[in-house]
């Protein structure tokens, strides 16, 4: 469960064509990393595997089925958003219970699925409090809590550590890496950090003007780049 297929997927905004054709190949468990400069559709490439877009062509196949046309519910995917958003009203039990709900879930199981979340992520104190009464680390979690009672097949993540401080970046950095352990589930996250991309990925995708560059691990990127933009992007001495 969580394989991901990108077949020609092509993205055209009005008369601009910002994927042109992306093929992909993720595997179940996998921590890939979509990086890439500003603006070269990183997140309209999320956007598509997630059907929060519709591919102007192509195909996106999730454990071999074709979800091309499939709503973002029945592609079993998740999408981790930055912290801030959040219910500031709500409990952390709430904001995490919350797509559950909204999914019309028994109660029983809703509690389940959140003492589990919090568990895992250490906020099991803190499920009474509002997000204004935790830390930075501990919102992102929620956010993240809020991802993982879905029990997706793949969670997807767009720079989530965007609005964070430097030291706080590096502490989940490691986090998110840890519960990619634990989980062992396919993560997409997107960033156009290198060393987000070198230190966290199995698997990394750089981007360029909307076409994958090179498909391949840190090390082998590092090693033999297929270009000098992966090259200069990448910081291989090559
Ligand atoms: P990234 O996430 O890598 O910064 P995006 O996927 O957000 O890049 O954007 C890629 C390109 O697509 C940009 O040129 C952006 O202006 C354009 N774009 C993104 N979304 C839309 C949209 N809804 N309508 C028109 N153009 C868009
Ligand atoms: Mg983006």
């Not at 102007?56 to 592609?75: E, H």
């Not at 290198?194 to 750089?206: C, G, L, N, R, S």
Request: include cysteine.
């Amino acid at each position: 469960m969580g394989s991901i297929t990108l077949k020609q997927v092509r993205k055209v905004f009005g008369e601009v064509e910002v994927i042109p054709g992306a093929d992909l190949e993720i595997n179940d468990g996998e921590f890939v990393v979509f990086v890439g400069p500003s603006g070269c559709g990183k997140s309209t490439l999320l956007r598509l595997i997630a059907g929060l877009e519709d591919v102007t062509s192509g195909q996106v196949l999730i454990d071999g089925q074709d979800m091309t046309q499939a709503a973002p519910v029945r592609r079993k995917l998740a999408m981790v958003f930055q912290s801030y958003a959040l219910y500031p009203h709500m409990s952390v039990r709430k904001n995490i219970a919350f797509p559950l709900k909204m999914a019309g879930m028994a109660v029983d199981e809703q509690a389940r699925r959140v003492a589990h979340a919090a568990g895992i992520l250490n906020l099991t104190d803190y499920l009474d409090r509002k997000p204004g009464q935790l830390s930075g680390g501990q919102r992102q979690r929620v956010a993240i809590g809020r991802a993982i009672v879905r029990e997706p097949v793949a969670f997807l993540f767009d720079e989530p550590l965007s609005n964070l401080d430097a030291a706080l970046r590096v502490n989940m950095r490691v986090e998110i890496s840890e519960l990619h352990k634990k989980l062992a589930t396919t993560m997409i996250y997107v960033t156009h950090d290198q060393v987000e991309a070198m230190t966290m990925a199995d698997k990394i995708v750089v981007l360029r003007a909307g076409r994958v560059e090179q498909v391949g691990s840190p090390l082998e990127l590092y090693r033999s780049p297929a270009n000098r933009f992966v090259a200069g992007f990448i910081g291989s001495p090559n």
